[in-house]
């Protein structure tokens, strides 16, 4: 396998950092303060691309080293991960790994983009570093959020209709994005199109996703067609369990029970502080999953999302703001984002 690769998406240091090595694509923002002098915010720039760079150049092969460990179900008190990625993902389903099969693979995107996130950052100090970063691995993002600076989640469809937006403000506690569900990359027991999910960190929502976009489903459905994980990735964590190969045109009956039901494990989660807010997708339907207070998808209708244009995420907290932010197509590796305010 080819080594870690990088290169400038703006052809500059102020804009965007592609770092690539095997199965891992990150996307690297950093937008140091308004005020600060060109000159300055190149150095900030430089110095934590530097950094995230240097981190990720050992990342593959740390996690590799692991892989036997990290396929297997999670459980309390099993054995511990030596690397600070492994770790992550540990942490990150350990929260479910009593009520359900799971591995830290669930965590594995959102994992890395932490660990790169928190590398990038070390080299400064609380008064001399970015207004905002960010580290977006194939959808999974990190954030780092200083007052005065936001960041936008676009949710869309593999077919490019907009389904709305998540807006983060650094007074949220929310600094992970995560998108599970059959349009991703990995496998899903559930037949959700994309569960895109806000938590503490990208590692949590990463996980917290995947066990939501499970819960979207009409078992035993004879429009669902399920196949073993293993006859799709020969190597595959869930190794036998039945995933989701394929879902036939549902009523819009059966679209509303199944959201439904991915929607009460959202707001169970919610009340136990796994996730923040969700938003959930399926066949031209959505929900929204919101902390106690907010519009409840318990009496929240799915509305019929557009065929084109304005998303149906409304009330999901989008907000005002300069939108001078990027914009993310939460679901896929190579969305394009805008490009930054110093560029």
């Known amino acids: 396998m080819a080594g870690p690769v990088g290169r400038y998406l703006d052809g500059d240091v102020l804009g965007r950092l ?43 092969d740390e996690l590799v080293g692991e892989l036997p460990l990290l396929k297997s179900r999670a459980q309390i008190g099993g054995p511990r991960a030596q690397g600070a990625v492994a770790r992550r993902m540990q942490d990150a389903v350990q929260p479910f790994c009593e009520a359900m099969f799971i591995t830290p693979m669930a965590a594995v995107a959102g994992a890395v983009a932490d660990e790169v996130l928190a590398a990038l950052m070390a080299p400064f100090t609380e008064r001399s570093r970015p207004l905002r970063a960010y580290v977006n ?51 899903s027991m559930g037949i959700a199109d994309s569960v895109t999910v806000l938590a503490v960190s990208a590692a949590a929502a990463d996980a917290a996703a995947t066990v939501v976009a499970n819960a979207v489903d009409l078992p035993c459905h004879s429009s669902v067609m399920r196949v ?57 339907l959505g929900i929204l999953a919101l902390p106690s207070g907010a519009t409840s998808s318990a009496n929240f209708s799915p509305v019929l999302l557009p065929a084109a244009g304005a998303g149906a995420a409304s009330g999901s907290g989008s907000g005002s703001g300069s939108g001078s932010g990027p914009s993310f197509t939460s679901m896929s590796p190579t969305s394009e984002e805008e490009r930054p305010p110093h560029a």
Do not use: W, Y
């Open 137 to 187: 691995n194939g959808g999974d993002i990190a954030l780092h959020l200083d007052p005065g600076s936001e960041f936008r989640s676009r949710m869309k469809r593999e077919d490019g209709v907009d389904l709305g937006d998540f807006r983060v403000d650094a007074a949220s506690p929310s600094r992970g994005i995560a998108t599970s569900g059959r349009g991703g990359r990995s496998l």
């Open 18 to 60: 592609h770092l690539q090595h095997g199965p891992i694509d990150l996307v690297i923002g950093v937008d140091p303060p308004d005020l600060v002098q060109l000159r300055c915010a190149r150095d900030m720039a430089r110095i934590a691309q530097e950094a995230a760079i240097e981190r990720f150049s050992t990342m593959l």
């Open 228 to 284: 073993p994980a293993n006859t799709l990735v020969d190597d595959s964590d869930l190794g036998d369990r039945l995933v989701v190969s394929g879902c036939g045109l549902l009523d819009e009956h059966e679209v509303e029970l199944a959201l439904r039901r991915g929607a009460a494990t959202a707001e169970r989660l919610i009340a136990e502080g796994l996730l923040h807010r969700a938003g959930l997708f399926l066949q031209g």
